[in-house]
């Protein structure tokens, strides 16, 4: 394992031998992929102590968290819990607080695991994301970051470097449901984030994300514009069931079955959609 | 005049060591120039072994290689029979069983050397059902796949079906569940051929160590040690599985000349180690229209995996338990336990009686409506009471009344009044609630013959400093061993806690007490620590060395006293049963154990309809264990069981594949979390049982039996469907309503 | 236990860091788990590993105040490192509050997830003197007991802060 001394040292590592160095942050995930004997990778780039990559920043118009902002440090941001609630309810329920201490938001990003628990939040709020390498760096909608199972837009010298939410939303109304194994320390059979802004009874504007239910976290467009100027009533509803159905492909694990994904799916749509609308 | 301390909830006495860091499990513990040893295991279920290939990258001649062919006695890791090689040497029976034996000094190259040993193995088609077993679709165990059936025979039970005004049938299923004590298996050998061998490791039973190793090497008992170290629990997962990784970290200890540690990671230890045996019981139950017991006709049947090992003592308690603490004329028990090609099923708290009592509490919530009684009335009507007998003929000595347990229980579970809301709630909620409960009795100590078979023995010893000592072979995993030992020693003797020392369990220094399960350790162990600190009491009285009444400083003045003029001052207890007590191995009839704990348990849950979860939301347990020696170690015993119990119910899957555990890590094998867990609220009750300690009797088990039954029930109360099998998983419930949706539609 | 030998890796670093007060250098491979290192070069037993894929707990340390599982940490990211273990809870003179609870009230039984849920809690009271039981339950869900049920567990938490608010 290699310590750059900056952000700088690090991009050139990457730049200079592409794909031989792996990013190295927290290790709640790369050190268990370790433990299993499950990584390709030999070279550890170590980014922990890189400041550029941590602290959380407000503009008018963006919350920006650098890459290394950990679970423990979103849950704690008034800012966050005020604004982007969803974001911190994801990462209390990431593991225990030790997981939280040393998890981050960049490397559950780049870790692209679909049952990721911040990822549904950060959709739900059309985060984007600042990729830098030594060239320069590029900003990117998160949406479609994910292209296939843990393929994503990220090149081999770019490190996520944040994670930027746009502000100046009001009157939405939110709802985050995990469902594990169990209450904590689990990994998400589905997992699932929304936000709605009612006009009158009619649904102005919707974001709806889903985790674990297809091999990326999945943004349901095809829901959210069939919802969009409807009037939630039970027929609406089971129709927005149906179109939903049609935009997740849950599989079966050793955690779960693609049948019980697919129905709780199904019915978190339906009891975010009723919460919200009974609010 | 000395209050007891018996019935105090006295510090653990190792509490400090284990709080501060400084108790020394097995791994803690290093020598020098020590080796590590690793295993290499089968890929399959089931062949014939052609070859060991070893890839040249590693410096093999760094390394000690141990196979079959190096053990110098016999290749078995002797139990009851000696059907379990110690290591593969022809032929594999399941996936992961051991077959060479690696050691060096670098713990990552024994890693890297255990992944590049190929073994060549032929499949053969292996089993992995019961019904597979049983139908001998192969024939993997002797002739017929059974490693031991049973029959129990009470009254005539085909003469009362003609009088039955109900016929209740139903079939019920367990899985199989690891025991997850949070230090996994570990032991530490030195051997060679003048001294002996010595190994020092995580267990639970120091003397069934010590009879394997000697029939491994073919040494005399003389010269084979095993010594108890610090142990992050067992609950029966340390009964009979140390025998093996003693044996193995023994053979590398005796070939290199060095001693050698073997301690597995969480993944090994869950793939390759023993589980509780899976189970299918069917019943068959007559009824009056009044819901009396008429007739309980019981099949019940248990995988035991690939060897003998202790199944048929498995197979023993369930069957006995399967009737449960019920007044029925009639009953028929048979039984079996078979061979499947899985890794060995062992001991896991209960042993077997989790098993049949899951089907017997869901079964009769079943009877009782069928003959439109609530639960608890049905119960009521056919409790046994003292003087009338359990099926295998054992007639009830003790002054329990379960109705009244029963309506305890009920009343601080606010029972009635909670199903009477939930019923009238429920229909306009999304999250529903229920309540249920299991009633239900475990016996203490080993079965029948079996304690005069142990023919335990322990002794206390004063110094002449007066200090006094405790010998047992009886071991401390959390349970509190060492702490009740001395409240009773010390209380037989009148002195202070701090004044007795329980002498760490190493085979060269203490007697054979037995195994540290089967919930005997207070009350048959223990008794045997009281009688024998008694003895030194009367040793030293009969000298005239000691008054009828005396204190702390009479004592230790009469210990150097003895030592001086008459010489050591040590007392040794021998178990002898109790008169009257008769049971007959071939009818299986008869007086099953001295004492029973007995209990009611009450779960409240709730069942969320959109993700099909349930939670446990309150649990009381109410149980009568005679005396409670210490109130916060047997309350902790309780809460922990219980929680083993709702992981049975809920959450603690072995998901097989080709007879393997696949989901061999913590993160996929999921025990409650803090954030799972109800209030479990506990109380007792103390019906005295003279032959106990102080009137104490056994509890480390009784919890496991109990808790299961009562949270399907409560999954019955709350969402009508019957769930027959656990652990019942979210998924799973989900199927039973999608089944029970489908039939109501047809 | 991963292997922490990787090619072309420089065979041993040496870390320096503070563990409970002392200047110390860690001397093993760069990936070397800060679990193994604490362990075998410090010689440290009290943490302890139960799964080794931070699920339990059991190896729970203070990493620059912070608990973290140290079955995921690399070596040669602690350099400059403040760590404190369970050795480092109790003082010369006395035990701390939470492990004196831990031993009057039932919070120990095999005593081997003890070490780290001592550190677990005596890490939340310092971040929160008076937690509910429903914060000590979510401060302790990656702390494993099969052992207790939890119960006594966070009642010798809860009594730990009635004592404190006593002497104070």
């Known amino acids: 394992m290699q310590t750059p001394p900056s952000l700088g040292a690090a991009l050139d590592v990457l730049a200079h031998d592409p794909g031989v160095w792996r990013p190295f942050a927290g290790g709640t995930d790369l050190m268990v992929l370790l433990e299993a004997g499950k990584l390709a990778h030999r070279r550890y780039l170590n980014i922990w102590n890189l400041a550029e990559l941590r602290g959380i920043e407000s503009s008018s118009w963006h919350i920006s968290l650098g890459a290394l902002t950990t679970y423990t440090v979103v849950r704690r941001n008034a800012t966050l819990g005020r604004e982007f609630p969803l974001l911190c309810r994801a990462a209390a329920e990431t593991g225990g607080v030790a997981t939280q201490n040393r998890g981050t938001l960049g490397g559950n990003i780049a870790n692209a695991s679909p049952a990721a628990d911040t990822p549904p939040a950060l959709l739900i709020y059309d985060a984007e994301l600042e990729l830098l390498s030594s060239r320069g760096s590029r900003r990117i909608p998160y949406r479609g970051f994910h292209s296939g199972y843990k393929k994503m837009d990220l090149r081999h010298d770019e490190l996520v470097g944040r994670i930027f939410l746009p502000r100046g939303r009001t009157g939405w109304k939110s709802y985050y449901r995990k469902v594990g194994t169990r209450r904590a320390q689990a990994i998400s059979k589905v997992c699932f984030a929304g936000a709605v802004r009612f006009d009158a009874k009619i649904v102005d504007d919707i974001r709806i994300a889903i985790g674990s239910v297809a091999p990326t976290v999945v943004r349901a467009v095809q829901t959210e514009a069939y919802l969009r100027g409807k009037s939630l009533d039970a027929a609406s509803i089971a129709a927005a069931r149906e179109v939903f159905a049609k935009e997740i492909a849950p599989i079966d694990d050793i955690r779960s079955t693609a049948h019980y994904r697919h129905v709780v799916a199904l019915n978190l749509l339906e009891e975010f959609l009723t919460t919200t609308s009974a609010q | 005049m000395r209050h007891p301390i018996i019935g105090e909830s006295v510090p653990r006495k190792e509490g400090r060591e284990k709080v501060t860091g400084k108790a020394l499990y097995t791994d803690d513990v290093t020598f020098p120039n020590s080796l590590y040893g690793v295993t290499v295991r089968s890929p399959i279920a089931r062949g014939k072994i052609r070859a060991i290939h070893f890839n040249p990258t590693i410096p093999w001649h760094e390394f000690v290689v141990v196979t079959a062919k190096d053990i110098p006695g016999k290749n078995c890791i002797a139990l009851l029979e000696d059907d379990q090689p110690c290591l593969a040497a022809d032929v594999v029976n399941h996936p992961e069983e051991p077959i060479v034996l690696l050691a060096h000094k670098d713990k990552y190259l024994a890693e890297e050397a255990r ?357 047992a072979a009886s071991t401390e995993m959390g349970q509190g061993t060492n702490t009740i030992f001395s409240q009773i020693a010390a209380d037989a003797l009148g002195l202070d806690y701090a004044d007795i020392e329980v002498m760490q369990p190493d085979t060269a220094q203490v007697p054979n007490s037995g195994p540290t399960v089967a919930s005997r350790t207070c009350m048959i162990v223990g008794k045997l620590v009281e009688t024998a600190a008694i003895g030194i009491k009367e040793s030293l009285q009969r000298h005239n060395f000691l008054q009828e009444r005396y204190d702390r400083q009479a004592f230790v003045a009469a210990c150097r006293r003895y030592h001086d003029e008459v010489g050591p001052l040590r007392a040794t207890s021998r178990y002898s049963p109790p008169p009257n007590i008769h049971w007959d191995e071939h009818l299986y009839r008869g007086d099953a154990y001295g004492a029973y704990g007995w209990a009611v348990y009450v779960a409240e849950v709730s069942v969320d309809t959109a993700t099909y979860e349930t939670r446990v939301e309150d649990f009381v347990a109410v149980q009568e264990v005679g005396r409670v020696i210490n109130p916060v170690l047997a309350a902790g015993q309780v809460e922990g069981g219980v929680a083993q119990g709702i992981g049975f119910a809920l959450y603690e899957k072995v998901v097989w594949q080709e007879g393997r555990m696949i989901n061999n890590q913590m993160t996929n094998y999921i025990m409650p979390t803090s954030m799972d867990l109800p209030p479990i609220r506990v109380h007792f009750e103390e019906l005295p049982y003279t032959r106990g300690p102080a009137g104490a009797k056994g509890i480390g088990e009784l919890p496991l039996d109990g808790t299961a039954p009562a949270i399907i029930n409560a999954i019955e109360n709350a969402t009508g469907i019957c769930i027959r099998r656990i652990p019942m998983t979210p998924e799973d419930l989900m199927a039973a309503l999608d089944a029970t949706r489908e039939k109501a539609i047809a | 236990m991963p292997d922490a030998r990787l090619p072309d890796a420089p065979g041993t670093i040496a870390v320096h860091c503070r563990v409970n007060g002392r200047q110390e250098t860690l001397r093993d491979y760069p990936m070397a788990r800060l679990l193994d290192t604490l362990r075998e070069k410090l010689h440290l037993t009290g943490i302890k590993e139960g799964c080794g894929e931070g699920e339990c707990g059991a190896c729970s340390v203070e990493l620059n105040g912070k608990l973290v599982n140290s079955c995921l940490i690399p070596i040669a990211q602690v350099e400059g490192a403040e760590i404190r273990t369970i050795e480092g809870v109790a003082t010369k003179e006395q035990l701390n509050i939470v492990q004196q609870a831990f031993i009057s009230y039932g919070g120990a039984q095999c005593g081997i997830c003890t070490p780290g849920m001592v550190l677990a809690a005596v890490n939340l009271l310092e971040q929160n003197n008076h937690p509910t039981e429903p914060e000590i339950r979510a401060a302790l869900a990656g702390n494993l007991c099969r052992c207790t049920g939890y119960m006594k567990i966070f009642e010798s938490i809860l009594r730990a802060c009635d004592r404190t608010e006593v002497q104070s």
């Open chain 2, 115 to 471: 992944r590049a040993v190929r073994i060549d193995i032929d499949p053969l088609p292996a089993i992995f059902t019961m019904e597979d077993s049983l139908a001998c679709k192969e024939v993997i165990w002797r002739k017929d796949n059974i490693f031991k059936s049973l029959s129990v025979d009470k009254g005539e039970v085909d003469a009362a079906w003609a009088s039955a005004d109900k016929i209740v049938e139903g079939e019920y299923e367990t899985g199989a569940q690891e025991q997850l004590y949070i230090e996994p298996q570990g032991m530490i050998a030195t051997a060679n051929p003048s001294e002996g061998v010595t190994v020092w490791g995580s267990l639970q039973c120091p003397y069934y160590v010590h009879k394997a190793l000697s029939a491994i090497f073919g040494l005399p008992k003389e010269k084979i040690r095993v010594v108890q170290l610090e142990t992050g629990g067992g609950f029966g997962g340390k009964e009979e599985y140390p025998s093996m990784i003693a044996a193995h970290a023994a053979l590398l200890a005796w070939k290199s000349g060095k001693p050698v540690k073997i301690i597995y990671d969480r993944a090994e230890d869950m793939v390759a180690t023993t589980k509780r045996h899976p189970s299918r019981t069917r019943h068959r139950t007559a009824v009056t229209r009044d819901g009396k017991l008429l007739a309980m006709d019981i099949d019940f049947t248990l995988d035991g995996g690939a060897y003998l090992t202790l199944s048929p003592v498995v197979l023993s308690r369930g069957t006995i338990h399967a009737a449960g603490p019920y007044n029925c004329p009639n009953v028929r028990i048979r039984s079996r336990v078979v061979a499947t090609n899985m890794p060995p099923h062992g001991a896991f708290r209960g042993f077997g009686a989790p098993q049949s009592v899951f089907a017997l509490e869901r079964h009769l919530d079943q009877v009782a409506k069928a003959v439109a009684l609530a639960p608890d009335e049905f119960r009521r009507r056919n409790f046994i009471r003292k003087g009338q007998t359990l099926a295998v003929g054992q007639v009830v000595h003790e002054e329990i009344d379960m109705s009244e347990l029963l309506e305890r229980a009920l009343k601080l579970s606010d029972y009635r009044a909670k199903r009477d809301r939930f019923a009238r709630e429920n229909p306009t909620q999304t999250i529903k609630r229920g309540i249920g409960f299991a009633s239900f009795l475990h016996g203490a100590g080993f079965t029948g013959s079996g304690e005069e078979y142990l023919a335990s023995v322990a002794d206390v010893e004063a110094t002449p400093e007066g200090r006094v000592r405790v010998y």
